[in-house]
């Protein structure tokens, strides 16, 4: 793993705060012209300290006058899934069907672009915010793919800083090009645009 994910809790967490809350990172410097999408990288093992943390850097932030938007994938599929009239019916289906007649459902009906994207823009357009946390990317695997979230976020998003907290590692290799490696160990998302937070010095 990288050098700053093999870093002790608290000292993650430090880290965190203290690009976050920079002039440097707000204001999307040093990234040459990309876009403002940051991974948060850290162990599966590791999400319910992660989760834990996510809170207390929204706290530690809120202190310094910074607010953070937090949507988490999850919880807003369900939702979706909810206002669509269909979550009880794919519950009471989802013991009868196969798991690949489950994912094509919930793919079609929580399609990124068609679908959560515009839910989120709006969250977006109605909230004063300095930096959106993105979470859930575990729970809604494999209907919800990162990848396809952040690049259908790309136009939406763009004015603010974005960190999406990811179970598992992010790598960008001249040779190999970038890897999101969901749990470390599923090696197919490819997504170029975004920043490891942990690589990133103010």
């Not at 994910?5 to 707000?26: C, G, P, T």
């Not at 009471?92 to 069907?97: G, K, L």
């Not at 357009?125 to 494999?142: A, R």
Request: with cysteine; aromatic share 10%; net charge negative.
């Amino acid at each position: 793993m990288a050098r700053q994910e093999r870093k002790s809790a608290k000292e993650r967490f430090d880290h965190l705060v203290a690009v976050i809350s920079s002039e440097r990172f707000l204001k999307k410097q040093g990234l040459g012209n990309e876009v403002p999408f940051f991974i948060c990288p850290y162990d599966a093992e590791d999400a319910v300290e992660m989760e834990r943390q996510r809170g207390h850097i929204t706290n530690k932030l809120s202190n310094r006058g910074l607010a953070v938007l937090e949507i988490n994938l999850y919880d807003l599929a369900v939702q979706l899934l909810q206002e669509r009239g269909i979550w009880v019916e794919i519950l009471e289906a989802e013991p009868s069907i196969s798991k690949v007649e489950l994912k094509e459902l919930l793919q079609g009906v929580l399609d990124p672009e068609n679908h959560l994207i515009p839910i989120i823009a709006d969250r977006l357009n109605s909230t004063k915010y300095d930096v959106l946390f993105l979470s859930g990317v575990g729970e809604v695997f494999p209907y919800i793919r990162s990848h396809n979230v952040l690049n259908n976020l790309q136009s939406t998003a763009k004015d603010r800083p974005t960190v999406m907290f990811f179970p598992g590692s992010y790598t960008h290799e001249l040779a190999t090009g970038a890897s999101l490696d969901l749990f470390g160990r599923l090696h197919d998302d490819k997504y170029y645009r975004a920043f490891n937070i942990f690589h990133y010095e103010v």
